[in-house]
């Protein structure tokens, strides 16, 4: 809601607020449609000011209200500014070998983490923003090192451990960006040849890297993300104690960054889904130790908001389960419901 003078008033705006007369009578109810005979009537009575509805007051998902908030705006303008500097100076690397000092790419990343009040609250905004699609892999990276200082301080690694991780997010999948966008966006399955190519961006990323003055971290990030634990990887099938530390991490962010962002083809993936995603056999190909309380963090940031479940029924999240995270605890007025004993009910939605 804002507050709007009277003579500043327009048809069709709605009122937020009850207003009352001087003598405290109600002259009209929030949500009264304003016509020029209600301005004429708030003349008469002297009001000077009035709290209209704004597109925010309508909105009904938590994401919905983020998406429409001042804070966001702000940073979505932060972000899209950064962006375009990151775009260019990646471009001239992978095209024109062009060297990008590190020091850049951590000035992009400072100008855009301080626009958000905390970690939760960068990733909500990153879950809210809609890269054009000609800018949908540099923004895989760019998020990817946003989300590395996230995830990097909820695992209370040292400052300068994240501060590696962020480096190795700018750049581990710097490969596609030799491969054709519709190879890399195609909507439906990959053939075998088309993923066989696919798979050459570890390649292509590490053989732009091997010769810069990098970290050893950042060049076997690029190459390893995409080794799992299990040895069902590529490209070297590794197993758990041959893959690098940072490419163990960079894997798991990898995996966020693609289910909580927007395709032509779905929308996306709501926190609970991104976690129930994991779990079907993350504990597997991904090093459990740091999985386990990143999908701790990411469901406890949950807690208190409300739910609409798939029999229509609304509830608030008040604890999550910590053995099985996608069903937690909620309120439904004076009733409670373990989602844990409830299989045949899910969360449709999130407010």
């Not at 091997?210 to 070297?236: F, I, T, W």
């Not at 389960?321 to 004076?334: M, V």
Request: charged share 25%; net charge negative.
């Amino acid at each position: 809601m804002k507050n709007v003078a009277r003579m500043a008033l327009e048809n069709g705006m709605v009122i937020g607020e009850d207003v009352y007369s001087y003598k405290n009578k109600l002259l009209y109810p929030k949500e009264t449609v304003i016509d020029d005979t209600v301005i004429a009537r708030l003349a008469r009575y002297s009001i000077m000011c009035v709290a209209v509805m704004e597109e925010i007051d309508y909105a009904t998902t938590h994401f919905e209200k983020v998406r429409l908030s001042p804070e966001f705006k702000s940073f979505e303008h932060t972000y899209n500014n950064c962006m375009a500097i990151y775009r260019k100076m990646m471009r001239g690397f992978v095209e024109q070998g062009k060297p990008v000092k590190m020091s850049s790419l951590m000035d992009l990343y400072v100008k855009i983490s301080s626009r958000a009040r905390s970690g939760e609250q960068l990733l909500d905004f990153l879950y809210n923003l809609l890269p054009g699609e000609d800018e949908m892999t540099y923004a895989h990276c760019l998020n990817s090192a946003l989300i590395a200082g996230v995830f990097g301080t909820w695992l209370n690694l040292p400052e300068e451990e994240i501060m590696l991780l962020i480096q190795c997010g700018f750049y581990y999948d710097i490969g596609k960006l030799k491969l054709p966008m519709d190879l890399l966006w195609k909507s439906g399955k990959l053939t075998d040849l088309e993923f066989t190519k696919l798979k050459t961006h570890t390649m292509l990323a590490f053989d732009m890297l091997k010769d810069q003055d990098m970290d050893e971290h950042v060049l076997k990030a690029a190459l390893m993300h995409h080794e799992r634990c299990d040895g069902s990887g590529y490209p070297s099938r590794l197993r758990s104690d041959k893959i690098d530390m940072y490419a163990k991490y960079i894997a798991i962010i990898d995996a966020y960054e693609a289910m909580t962002s927007a395709r032509t083809y779905r929308m996306p993936l709501n926190p609970f889904q991104v976690i129930a995603n994991f779990e079907k056999d993350g504990y597997i190909k991904f090093d459990e130790s740091i999985l386990k309380p990143i999908l701790s963090h990411i469901a406890a940031t949950q807690l208190g908001f409300n739910v609409r479940l798939t029999n229509d029924v609304e509830a608030e999240i008040i604890q999550i389960n910590p053995g099985c995270l996608t069903r937690p605890l909620l309120r439904a007025g004076e009733e409670e419901i373990d989602l844990s004993k409830e299989p045949d009910l899910d969360i449709a939605a999130i407010y």
